[in-house]
């Protein structure tokens, strides 16, 4: 597939050279053995490989060429990059965070899920404003950007302010405005009109999604609705359900149905439907999801279920065999502390390791498939994102690996998901447009959001009012 488009036509918007790519071939073409099968299971059929002193060729927002360094020297470019010692991947995927809330990051820490929620984050939430949403997303979009996340998918309120700040910052960003039952059907009718007027926003690097907080705060009847307009206007769906074993258990205790029975008997099944956590998805859950086709996914956010001591993880091994794809993510920084994707997966494969008992589960190569195509999948962007091919969006990082902790490279799946950190990421570039060059943020300024997001917090982190946004009760 190298050499695909016109490689000595007008200059190209950037070349990359020198650098080892990562690269997703069709089964069947290599020998065969060593690190099979990380893509069965979720229909795709790719698996990663690596390319040497390769390079990438950039026009118009997308990749025309992946090819090699030597055949890159002569293209004309606007801007040329060399790296090497450093590898290109395609840049992570946050599948589920809320970006807003790195303002709240370490106020409500070594608690349970229920006091986590309704002793500090939702009284601290009913005093949120515009302008700190605003300055939360912009320190989430610069902690992204800096850790090679070039697309994240947001779940929370005052999402305009939101779209605002990816439209400036360059990323890209799939978006749904929360909404609960108990703020009446005006709040659902508000996050369609906010998912159809910036659909496509931003040169398209914007799409958007209903999301409907979770099964415990939404009722069966709003779901339906929410099912049904979906449906009607051809909008993904991006809810959490089954976020631990608890929700499950509560759900069959009150209802005798499961949070994804609830999903299927309300018609959310029927849709492109992005689920957040999962970690209490049951057996008899499976074959309704595995009758979805891919159309579901399952975002995993290792580094919370770790802290809330859930007894459970996502169970990525049942959802892979089910044909789910499963995306990583950070979840929101109040929980997690970080938009660290690099690290939800590493934390993924070794708690997939130490949930199944396996040291071959969840293999680097698996890992990175998690990060690259699957997410993609999971954000419904999965003929456009997540792979470095030509016609892909040019959504590219560059990984520095020549720092101590990094070198020798035995196996390069495991030196970039156990030795890489977000920090050795160098450069960033979404659409093909670098938003960060050599660690320098090109279209953030933090000293000024932190100066002004700390005079805040006094004012958003009140909690003597006694107010909340909602009440959590599973
Ligand atoms: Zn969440």
Same mark, same amino acid.
């Given at each position: 597939m190298s050499a695909v488009g016109s490689l000595s036509a007008s200059p190209a918007d950037l070349v990359i050279t020198g650098c080892t790519v990562l690269v997703h071939e069709a089964h069947g073409h290599h020998g065969g053995h060593g690190d099979h099968g990380e893509g069965e299971g979720v229909g795709e059929g790719e698996r990663i490989g690596f390319r040497e002193e390769a390079a990438i060729v950039v026009r118009d927002r997308m990749i025309d060429a992946v090819t090699t360094a030597a055949a890159a020297r002569h293209v004309p470019a606007r801007t040329r990059i060399e790296a090497p010692g450093q590898v290109a991947l395609p840049g992570l995927i946050n599948c589920h965070t809320h970006a807003p809330m790195t303002a709240l990051r370490g106020l409500a820490e070594d608690l349970p899920t229920e006091e986590w929620f309704n002793d500090v984050v939702w009284p601290v939430e009913s005093n949120l404003t515009e302008r700190d949403v605003e300055l939360g997303a912009r320190l989430a979009c610069a902690e992204m950007i800096r850790g090679g996340v070039t697309c994240f998918a947001d779940h929370y309120f005052h999402m305009d302010t939101v779209a605002d700040v990816v439209a400036e910052c360059g990323l890209r960003a799939h978006l749904g405005e929360t909404y609960f039952s108990s703020q009446g059907p005006g709040a659902r009718e508000a996050a369609l009109e906010f998912a159809l007027r910036r659909r496509g926003a931003a040169d398209g690097r914007v799409t958007t999604a209903l999301a409907p907080h979770a099964p415990y705060t939404v009722s069966d009847a709003d779901l339906t609705a929410t099912a049904e307009l979906a449906r009607a206007h051809r909008l993904p769906v991006h809810i959490h359900a089954a976020e631990n074993r608890e929700q499950t258990d509560s759900s069959l205790a009150r209802y005798g149905r499961t949070p994804i029975e609830v999903l299927d008997r309300t018609g959310l099944l029927d849709t492109d439907l992005l689920i957040a956590h999962g970690t209490g998805i049951v057996d008899r859950d499976l074959p309704l999801l595995a009758r979805t086709g891919g159309r579901t996914a399952v975002a995993t956010a290792p580094r919370g279920y770790l802290k809330f001591a859930w +007894? %459970? %993880?996502? +169970?990525v091994r049942a959802l892979r065999a089910a044909g789910v794809p499963v995306g990583l993510a950070t979840d929101g920084a109040a929980s997690n502390n970080s938009l660290d994707v690099w690290e939800a997966m590493a934390l993924t494969a070794l708690l997939q390791k130490s949930t199944e008992g396996d040291p071959r589960w969840l293999t680097s190569r698996q890992a990175l498939h998690h990060a690259t195509v699957q997410s993609a999948r999971a954000v419904g962007l999965g003929d456009r994102i997540g792979a470095l091919a030509p016609g892909r969006c040019a959504d590219i990082v560059l990984v520095d690996l020549t720092g101590p902790h990094t070198q020798p490279v035995h196996d390069l799946a495991a030196t970039l998901v156990h030795s890489a950190r977000a920090a050795d990421v160098r450069t960033t570039i979404v659409d093909g447009r670098v938003l960060m060059r050599d660690r320098e943020l090109l279209t953030l300024d933090v000293p000024a959001v932190v100066r002004e997001l700390t005079d805040r917090l006094p004012t958003l982190t009140a909690r003597d009012h006694g107010r909340r946004v909602q009440k959590y009760d599973t």
């Open positions: +007894p %459970t %993880t996502t +169970p």
